[in-house]
């Protein structure tokens, strides 16, 4: 059973048959219904995905590379949102998307990465050291980096985390604040957590958090506010949870807390809580990202918002976009704005 078998019985040509399974905003719906009516008593189950691929040389179908495993992509907010952009626009363009997980410690030869048949590359939040940027890049095929690693000639999606992370800092220090701690979640890849010093941040390999610090940095050196920096290790908000507990514990002097993520600032709240001081009283928590979550925690975090949901589908419309032949390598840098609620406010 082929298309030409359907075209023979329908009385049009084998092109429009492939264009009901394949283009069919091409046709009308009655056409288009008569075809499939036609496939159906046939017993027609579509044309061959294989003989097709070897016939294009396109595989159909999209890779998405990160460093964290499948856990943490359906339940960390940020990624979830992200996902939800990337797969609503490779669902209009009726494209397949491949998960390709590259935890941290796991032997990317061992990894599905290696075998996956895609016609392009997401590469989501890797650090720059990570050995799943060298085989995508070895592919040559084409490739979107989202976030990092900011490697200046192919095409990239982001935001400008220094900006956002001076806003952050900037903010807090307007309410009056001049001791102020920052809760990162990974300077590398190794899961180490406590305190970071310039030895250790001189090493960093993970983009954002060097762009995000600098942000920090540039406002609380023109304020000569004090500042304490903390490595959680992870980014989940058990993680910042531990890792606030720590950094308070060690330095109580502290009245604000600048996080990495919407995740760490609900980790460090609940660290708050657990040592009895009150958010904002005690301590000005500022977060980053602004998750659904962090509108509705108690009090509800300020935060700096970037748009997710977009970040996802700008990746996967200007990949599908080189994929298709069109515009080469491109940067799009999305917008970010701070989202002042309940979890910031004067020093007593």
Not at 163 to 183: K, Q
């Amino acid at each position: 059973m082929t298309l030409q078998t359907i075209a023979d019985r329908v009385g049009v040509s084998r092109t429009t048959v492939s264009n009901a399974y394949n283009r069919p905003d091409q046709l009308g719906e009655d056409l288009r219904a008569r075809i499939m009516a036609a496939a159906d008593e046939l017993g027609y189950r579509g044309p061959d995905l294989a003989a097709r691929s070897l016939r294009t040389g396109r595989t159909g179908t999209i890779g998405l590379v990160f460093t964290e495993d499948l856990r943490f992509v359906f339940t960390d907010p940020d990624t979830t949102h992200f996902i939800q952009g990337v797969a609503e626009t490779t669902a209009l363009a009726r494209t397949g998307l491949t998960m390709l997980p590259v935890p941290v410690g796991f032997d990317v030869h061992e990894s599905a990465l290696m075998a996956a048949p895609v016609d392009g590359y997401l590469v989501f939040s890797v650090a720059v050291d990570h050995p799943a940027v060298e085989v995508v890049r070895s592919r040559g095929v084409p490739t979107v980096v989202v976030d990092e690693p900011d490697i200046g000639d192919g095409a990239f999606v982001g935001i400008d985390d220094r900006a956002g992370a001076r806003l952050a800092a900037e903010h807090l220090l307007g309410l009056g604040h001049a001791r102020l701690g920052v809760l990162l979640g990974r300077v590398r890849t190794d899961g180490r957590s406590g305190r970071v010093d310039d030895t250790r941040l001189a090493e960093a390999t993970v983009r954002i958090v060097r762009e995000r610090l600098a942000g920090y940095r540039d406002a609380t050196n023109d304020a000569g506010a004090d500042l304490v920096v903390w490595e959680a290790g992870a980014m989940d908000p058990d993680a910042g949870r531990n890792a606030a507990l720590a950094m308070l514990g060690s330095h109580p002097h502290l009245t604000g807390v600048l996080c990495f993520s919407d995740q760490l600032a609900i980790g460090a709240a609940q660290a708050c809580e657990r040592l009895g001081l009150s958010v904002p009283g005690d301590i000005s928590l500022v977060g980053f990202d602004d998750v659904p979550r962090a509108s509705t925690w108690d009090p509800p975090l300020t935060t700096v918002r970037q748009p997710m949901v977009d970040k996802g589908r700008a990746a996967a419309e200007l990949l599908l976009e080189q994929i298709d032949g069109g515009a080469g390598p491109r940067r799009v840098e999305l917008p970010i704005e701070l989202v002042v609620r309940s979890s910031s406010g004067p020093p007593r």
